[in-house]
């Protein structure tokens, strides 16, 4: 491995988790008082490796800051629901980069909700129950309105790096 | 062909589109797949017939020597109709938990779900 992608990877990896102890200081769950609800800024650094770095990259950041997001605040049974939620939006924002077709919108869009069902499904393993299914539809309009949300930060945030080294890293797909 | 992966494309719509009815999808099929809540259990001649979820408003009928209209509503249920000579399933009324309405002369016995109280009925 290449140092500056280490070095890439471990600025990206504690920016993910910066970015999800922030957001719990937002009060999301009084808008929605839904149990998982959250704007998934994480998700933001999630795409920039994805884009900037390489799916496979973008993969191994993604497996360290879910395990030490657990570490930090989330505890283990955070850890099985942010791990399957994330690896299922990982799975689907990379697939969708790569068809090409969507810009970070809709990636971003594509991701969030592919997370909830994630989110949902690991929940529902957990209790053994198939009724945590119930809030996927909940959790799929407000995972509709993050995912806007995170892919126009996405974009604020991709447009500023342009012009700079990253962005020699391709800004088109 | 290269595009701007910043901007906003009609495809992100289209993803958005789907996963809006994704939601409302799920919306109306997860109630009818997954019936929750409280059950009653509609027995002829000892026999389970049907299981009702009070969930769900409905009316059907059972059919064995006579014919007692069932009707479930707000969750509770009822035998709202019958042909029966005495009618005493129809009297019983709306129920929604804890013993049964029973319709003798069909032989017809709707097992409501459990009122928490211990029951102390022969079987």
Same mark, same amino acid.
């Given at each position: ?19 999800s ?15 998982g ?17 390489? =799916? ?10 879910c395990?030490?997001g657990s570490?930090f605040y989330g505890g283990l049974s955070g850890l099985a629901m942010s791990l ?38 690991a ?31 996405? =974009? ?18 | ?123």
């Amino acid at each position: 491995m290449k140092t500056i992608t280490l070095a890439r990877s471990a600025l990206l990896v504690a920016m993910a988790l910066a970015l999800s102890y922030m957001e719990r200081f937002l009060p999301l769950q009084l808008i929605v008082p839904l149990p998982g609800v959250k704007l998934g800024l994480a998700n933001l650094v999630t795409m920039m490796a994805l884009y900037f770095l390489s =799916a496979r990259q973008g993969f191994v950041i993604l497996l360290l800051r879910c395990v030490l997001g657990s570490v930090f605040y989330g505890g283990l049974s955070g850890l099985a629901m942010s791990l399957t939620g994330g690896i299922l939006a990982y799975a689907v924002m990379a697939a969708a980069k790569k068809s090409g077709s969507f810009s970070v919108y809709g990636v971003s869009i594509l991701g969030a909700a592919a997370h909830n069902l994630g989110q949902v499904l690991a929940a529902g393993m957990m209790m053994g129950s198939v009724y945590t299914l119930f809030y996927l539809p909940f959790l799929l309009l407000t995972g509709l309105l993050t995912g806007v949300i995170t892919g126009s930060a996405a =974009a604020f945030a991709f447009r500023a790096l342009r012009g700079t080294k990253l962005d020699a890293l391709t800004h088109t797909a | 062909m290269k595009r701007d992966v910043l901007k906003f494309r009609k495809s992100d719509l289209l993803a958005a589109a789907l996963v809006l009815l994704a939601a409302l999808l799920t919306c109306a099929l997860l109630p009818r797949l997954m019936q929750t809540g409280e059950f009653a259990s509609v027995y002829q001649d000892g026999r389970l017939i049907r299981r009702v979820p009070l969930t769900v408003d409905q009316t059907f009928s059972v059919t064995g020597d006579y014919t007692n209209t069932v009707t479930v509503k707000d969750g509770k249920i009822a035998v709202t109709v019958s042909d029966c000579p005495t009618n005493d399933c129809v009297h019983q009324g709306w129920r929604s938990s804890g013993g049964a309405i029973i319709c003798l002369p069909n032989r017809v016995e709707i097992r409501l779900p459990s009122d928490g109280t211990v029951d102390i009925s022969v079987p």
